[in-house]
């Protein structure tokens, strides 16, 4: 398979973690026959810098024609720390997601075994959790108009959903529904809000397409403490944009660090994928960036075409590097590993995962080498 993605290494540790997800696939497109051809462009506070604007028309023209993008990180703390900046890196993402109708954002949940006393919670309460988030991304308060008063001292974001936008990714989280546990939970706060009650009736005219699947209902404040309380009782969640949002980075405590979770965000013709995390300013150019995230956002890439066979070899390939502790400090304090040889473990097992001879556990642990 020939594939041309966009690359939008973007703020922060955005280049950094991007480069060892083109580790990945450069080492998969090597070991199965496929192409890989990379063109990088400015996104973010990097494009403001340099252009002035967050979303450069030759970034969303390479986007709008390319099979898939690979997106970094975006944020920038001058921005971030200025409420009266008028252009802002998160901009660019926003109007990137509207231009490519990228409707449906996926997040899988799932803890690692050798890292669930990483997490925060008690170990009874995360093993065995495994579900995922089905955020709609193109809509809500993130979308609608937006007012501020002369005085600066009133402002207002129109919240405002169709049936239309509702009903298309309904259909996706039920249809994945399907393909696991056959449970999906709706998320929404109608004991107040309109838009909220449109997306209860929608949800229950879809769910009449798929009755082999339960749906059942929680206000969005219930739903962010049973994540904590009870995270095994979730197998699909549906949610509106602003509730996705929270609840997606809530549930990455489950995993014990944010820096382990992609996304993928779909629509009718384009994809885009990138890992949850922010920019992190304070680690940029530090080797200390988790990049596990970016490379399991390329496995979803590869998903995405079919490609599932060379998905699961970065899958094992992470399990791989859990396993042995190359891993960065946010998930062992004491780590010797950075960004790069994270990435190195990984590319490296792709090209020998089938002699594991090649990796010795002792070199590993005393940071030595990732192979022999």
Not at 94 to 111: D, T
Not at 342 to 370: A, C, M, R
Request: proline fraction near 4%; glycine fraction near 6%; include cysteine.
């Amino acid at each position: 398979m020939n594939l041309k993605i966009a690359v939008l290494p973007g703020d922060g540790i955005g280049p950094e973690v991007i480069a060892q997800a083109k580790k990945a696939l450069y080492a998969i497109g090597e070991v199965y026959n496929h192409e890989f051809v990379f063109e990088e462009a400015l996104m973010g506070a990097i494009a403001i810098d340099k252009t002035g604007n967050p979303l450069p028309e030759q970034t969303l023209n390479l986007c709008l024609n390319t099979d898939a993008v690979l997106f970094g990180a975006i944020g920038d703390p001058k921005y971030d720390n200025n409420p009266n900046a008028k252009v802002r890196p998160e901009q660019g993402l926003l109007k990137l997601r509207k231009e490519l109708g990228l409707f449906a954002n996926i997040r899988p949940i799932k803890p690692y075994k050798a890292l669930i006393d990483s997490s925060p919670l008690k170990r009874e309460i995360i093993d065995g959790a495994d579900f995922t988030i089905f955020r709609e991304l193109t809509g809500g308060a993130y979308f609608g108009a937006k007012t501020l008063n002369e005085e600066g001292t009133h402002a207002s974001d129109l919240c405002e959903y169709s049936e239309e936008e509702i009903t298309r990714i309904s259909h996706l989280a039920f249809k994945s529904a399907q393909n696991r546990r056959k449970k999906l939970t709706m998320v929404d706060k109608a004991n107040v809000l309109e838009t909220s009650r449109l997306w209860r009736k929608v949800v229950q005219k879809v769910s009449l397409n798929y009755p082999d699947v339960v749906l059942d209902f929680l206000f969005v404040d219930n739903a962010a403490m049973q994540i904590i309380l009870n995270p095994k009782q979730f197998d699909v969640i549906l949610t509106e944009n602003l509730f996705g949002d929270i609840l997606s980075d809530e549930a990455s405590v489950i995993t014990g660090s944010i820096g382990l979770l992609a996304s993928a965000s779909l629509g009718e013709k384009n994809a885009l994928f990138e890992p949850i995390h922010g920019s992190y300013p304070q680690a940029k150019g530090k080797n200390i960036a988790n990049p596990i995230a970016s490379i399991l956002s390329a496995a979803m890439l590869l998903e995405h075409f079919g490609l599932f066979k060379e998905a699961n070899v970065i899958y094992q390939a992470v399990e791989k590097a859990i396993e042995y502790k190359v891993v960065t400090i946010d998930l062992k304090a004491d780590s010797k590993f950075g960004t790069n040889e994270v990435g190195e473990f990984v590319s490296n097992f792709i090209f020998s995962k089938d002699d594991l001879l090649y990796f010795n556990n002792d070199n590993v642990h005393i940071g030595q080498s990732t192979i022999v």
